[in-house]
């Protein structure tokens, strides 16, 4: 391997963590007092204060927290106070360079090398690694592996390595990435080394795999809950993508917002449409320029456009805060990928709605993909390849049942990573299912028996859209072939339109009163309940298709609003925080800086709410650190008072 060709460099200088368990207690104060001096925030989350203690403590660490949840405060804060360099290692340079402005812009020094740099930039970050005037580097577990470097680290004094997005190194994770597998082989070479493990999806099997493929010993593993009770899902049959797409858009008219696609060919029709109906969009996909993938990603960062219409090739490297709703216009891949994705929106804790359309096409072609992708690793020498098929279409099945049936979104999300969901007898209160937008269809029981019956008169082979056929007496070639005209099914739901019965009929596959068979012409037949079912044995429930939202939910923006004046504790003057989202976008474009890295949102809202007059009021806002309060303070207490002087308006203490 690699790093077994690097020599063995001098021992690193000492580490905090060196000095035992009280000197970690006193360690761990003097990290509060850096948060709020260069970050704001006066508490740190419960699962955030036991990870900075772990690293402070030289133990290895597994951390899983959703998107949104904190994490990258986790390997942050510990460099702030211990000495030695924390190298942190990320697959999206992307990714890696939104921290690291932020954390320049936090007064913090940190430093990015990657193979984008030019010969200079390479050049001024090694010798800040050499001179020891950095606290955080970030790489790419490639850069990691380049002979040479972990000796130059060393000699830098490396005293601790996280790895972020480390669901990559595990097969059975959603993203596997081969050369993650080499920073294992850091173990053998530096034993003493604290490794700490990020990622924000990752099931129980996952989690013990990421323990295995990096050798962590006797790791503190903590798990944050999956629940993201700001987000608000909502799961339709698709029918007209481009009309339904806009009826989120107008629900978020201003805000952010990111549409995913299955194909580019589906990116590109879905963004003309939306820009022709005024929408401020762009599209993205692999099969453009790095240059105009860049440039779309830029313009959305920096606020120049509201929507970006994509494949799952984008999102991964945006840190966006502000992101207001993400739209699937088909299945994803699985439930790990849909988590990850919707979790791109409400990053800020605001809430922020999640909306995916599907249809039964979307099943099969994943379920193609995967088996063609697998037929060809399998020609190629691959090992593991079927077993890799099997983990997919089960996450597969898993992201389908949900989306067909109608179980709280909320619910479902948490109890598939493995953790146990706290019901209240009115539900989550924000998923359709929950929120009551699903019309229950009357005499359920007898409209499945129909359906079931008609399956089984049809001698169970035949696929859902050939028993639609019958079911709604279509006069087909095919139907009148097999003599499924004559019989006593045929036409029995005569009334409902093909997509209904389509879609009652995904129903009952995904509460189990239906099955399907295996390869690219899947067959329906009955399942023990299905039997119990035509007998009056069971009873399944079934809901009507829906063409609109049932109830009619306060826009995105106002609600984000009032989630921020509870926190502040007083009515956010929303006429001055849509001023002070104009003076960011200025300072912003002034700095070469996506807005989000001025301030947030949330602390936004908060300014608003607060009304701070002098520099004491505003450091006492969540989110303004010295550094910020010093450059940035000065024009925004003066935006404040001009609002409060045109307005009339009173402004805090």
């Known amino acids: 391997m690699l790093f077994d060709e690097i020599p063995r460099p001098p021992a690193p200088r000492a580490r905090v963590d060196d000095a035992g368990p009280l000197d970690v207690a006193e360690a761990f104060e003097r990290v509060l007092a850096e948060v709020r001096r260069h970050f704001g925030f006066e508490s740190l989350r419960p699962l955030q204060d036991q990870a900075i203690r772990a690293s402070l403590a030289g133990r290895d660490a597994l951390v ?45 020094d940190a430093a ?48 601790s390595l996280a790895v972020d997005e480390a669901h990559c190194i595990s097969h059975w994770g959603h ?47 903590l798990v944050g809950s999956f629940d993201r009770p ?24 201003g805000e952010a917002g990111i549409v995913y696609c299955l194909s580019r060919k589906d990116v590109e029709r879905t963004a003309t449409e939306l820009a022709a109906r005024g929408v401020s969009c762009a599209f993205y996909h692999a099969g453009m320029s790095a240059e105009d993938r860049e440039r ?32 699937h216009g088909s ?42 992708s697998t037929q060809e690793a399998v020609e190629n020498g691959a090992t593991g390849a079927e077993d890799e098929l099997s983990a997919n279409l089960e996450r597969l099945g898993h992201l389908w049942g949900m989306a067909t049936g109608a179980v709280c979104r909320h619910r479902f999300l948490v109890e598939y990573f493995g953790q146990e969901f706290e019901a209240t007898p009115e539900g989550c209160g924000a998923c359709d299912v929950c929120l009551g937008e699903l019309e229950q ?30 079911l709604r007496g279509a006069d087909t070639a095919r139907v009148r072939q097999y003599g499924h005209d004559r019989l006593t099914t045929h036409g029995i739901l005569r009334g409902h339109a093909p997509r209904e019965l389509r879609h009652w009929i ?40 829906q063409t609109a939202p049932a109830t009619r939910r306060k826009k995105s923006a106002e609600s984000a609003l009032a989630a921020a004046a509870e926190e502040a504790g007083g009515e956010v003057d929303a006429e001055l925080f849509q001023r002070l989202k104009d003076l960011r976008r200025k300072l912003a474009r002034e700095r070469g800086v996506p807005p989000y890295l001025i301030f947030n949102d949330r602390t936004l809202a908060l300014f608003a709410a607060q009304r701070p007059t002098d520099d004491a009021a505003l450091r006492t806002v969540k989110g303004v650190g010295d550094k910020k309060a010093a450059e940035l303070g000065p024009v925004f207490l003066e935006a404040i008072r001009e609002h409060a002087d045109a307005s009339g308006a009173g402004t805090g203490a």
């Open 506 to 545: 995904e129903q009952l596959l995904a509460s189990g009163f239906l099955a399907s068979t295996g390869g690219n012409y899947p067959t329906l037949h009955l399942s023990e309940d299905g039997v119990k079912c035509l007998r009056g044995e069971a009873e399944p429930v079934l809901f009507r298709l």
């Open 112 to 159: 990015l090398l990657c193979s984008t740099q030019d010969a200079a930039e390479r050049r001024a970050v090694e010798s800040a690694i050499d001179t020891g005037a950095l606290r955080l580097l970030f790489v790419s577990p490639e850069r990691l592996a380049t002979p040479g470097f972990l000796a130059r680290l060393e000699a830098a004094g490396l005293a």
């Open 175 to 221: 993203d596997f990435r081969p050369e993650y597998r080499q920073i294992g082989e850091l173990r053998r070479r530096r034993p003493d080394l604290p490794i700490q493990a990020y990622t924000a999806t990752a099931t129980p099997e996952v989690r013990e795999d990421i323990v295995q493929q990096l050798g962590l010993r006797d790791p503190e593993v």
């Open 441 to 470: 269809v009357e005499d359920s029981k007898v409209v499945a028996q129909k359906i079931l019956s008609c399956v089984v008169r049809c001698d169970q082979r035949f696929g859902a859209g050939h028993i639609t056929d019958v």
């Open 230 to 253: 700001n987000l608000t899902y909502r799961v339709k049959p698709r029918q007209s993508l481009a009309d339904q797409v806009m009826q989120v858009v107008k629900r978020h008219s």
């Open 296 to 327: 779309t990603q830029d313009r959305f960062q920096r606020e120049e456009i509201d929507v970006v219409v994509a494949t799952v090739a984008f999102g991964m490297g945006i840190d966006r805060t502000d992101v207001r709703f993400v739209v």
């Open 331 to 372: 299945l994803p891949k699985g439930v790990e990928q849909y988590s990850q994705e919707t979790g791109r929106a409400g990053r800020d804790g605001l809430p922020a709605e999640c909306v995916m359309f599907f249809s039964g096409s979307d099943f099969h072609n994943w379920k193609h993909l995967m088996e063609r």
């Open 64 to 108: 899983v927290l959703p998107t949104g949840g904190g994490k990258s405060l986790c390997y942050q804060a510990p460099a702030l106070v211990r000495d030695g360099l924390a190298v942190v290692v990320s697959p999206l340079i992307s990714l890696m360079k939104d921290q690291v402005d932020g954390l320049v812009a936090s007064g913090v």
